[in-house]
């Protein structure tokens, strides 16, 4: 293995960060919005549901695609795009013609068979590994519990049997590992709305370590991911970003952070948890709640947030539109609008309406809450300019041009620090400003 510590281009530095293993280091100082670095997905794959709006090779969100004349399941932006993912499509072209609705392969099984066929094709190191290389991943296999062991098992009999004609296989011990760093070192590809595109390895991104209160925002243009500073970052200072959604309390954060990455975060908000209280606000009642009855409130609201991510793949959008306000409805007589658990039941809900164009339902929800948003998230925080965004369009939409507008700029505010002031989502923005 190379040693650590040393200098790489552009001010950055991979090192042994004490307590965490490898990280990420400044060798200067950067300021709030600046480009710490870029880095190409060493490969990726677009998520099903948005073939035929994004181009299956760059993810560039455009009409008039053109479809693969063979399988006429995957979309391109022209003939350049489609050659350029030829090596990766035709893992899929073949069998998405003979499996025909029975293809399904699990995202995560697409992107280790594209994995493969990279390892193959290109086993030199890419542009894509200069700090770090897909083969150091960390696979944390000593602390896979067998429910875990059992989904990668599961993982490996679909890529046998989705992928036969261009694929070799190792043996299945390194499948196991390889299924293994997938599931820690993968990234979710999201629009400005955070909704999702796809999946992809960024293996330079995903040397830094985690924290609750990062420094760094990882954004994407197409499948480049491009990290920015959130906070002012010194000379020396180690470079942070966050792997969870920050929203949530400590424990719920931790309980998070241990199941899929298998560590506890040591940072300044999950030692002092200043921010817990704010987070599980309850209300001011005559006669206020004991302990015992908060507790039981949130091991509640902790069930049914599980209990509607698994409804969501098969109850209809009216029932889970049920599960949200009977929910609020019981937790609203312990709890604040602004505590945590309340404001994900009301995002769940606002997903539904704006599934099924109930706008003035979606804004309802969305109005409520903005503003505690704003409270509980870090500065310059996507979730909070996503919901800017979707409030503007939805003022937009129901005639309300003056909020619209206002809505909009906040969004780009946050925006052009997170994605950088050129890029195409800014640019779409502005000109649903000057279109209305």
Known sequence: MRSEAVPQPGGLERFASPGKGRGLRALRRYAVGELLFSCPAYTAVLTVSERGSHCDCCF???????KCGRCKQAFYCNVECQKEDWPMHKLECSAMCAFGQNWNPSETVRLTARILAKQKIHPERTQSEKLLAVKEFESHLDKLDNEKRELIQNDIAALHHFYSKHLEYPDNAALVVLFAQVNCNGFTIEDEELSHLGSAIFPDVALMNHSCCPN??????????????????????????????????????????????????????????????????????????????VRDMIRYARNVIEEFRRAKHYKSPSELLEICELSLDKMGAVFEDSNVYMLHMMYQAMGVCLYVQDWEGALHYGQKIIRPYSKHYPSYSLNVASMWLKLGRLYIALDDRPAGDKALKKAIAIMEVAHGKDHPYISEIKKELEDH
């Open 60 to 66: 560039a969100r455009k009409e008039g695609l053109s």
């Open 216 to 293: 760094v925002i990882v954004t994407y243009k197409g499948t480049l991911a491009e990290v920015r500073a959130v906070k002012e970052i010194e000379p020396g200072e180690e470079v942070f970003t966050s792997y969870i959604d920050l929203l949530y309390p400590t424990e719920d954060r931790n309980d998070r952070l241990r199941d899929s990455y298998f560590f506890t975060c040591d940072c300044r908000e999950c030692t002092m948890k200043e921010k817990d209280k704010e987070k599980l606000k309850i209300r001011k009642l005559n006669d206020p709640p004991s302990s015992e009855a």
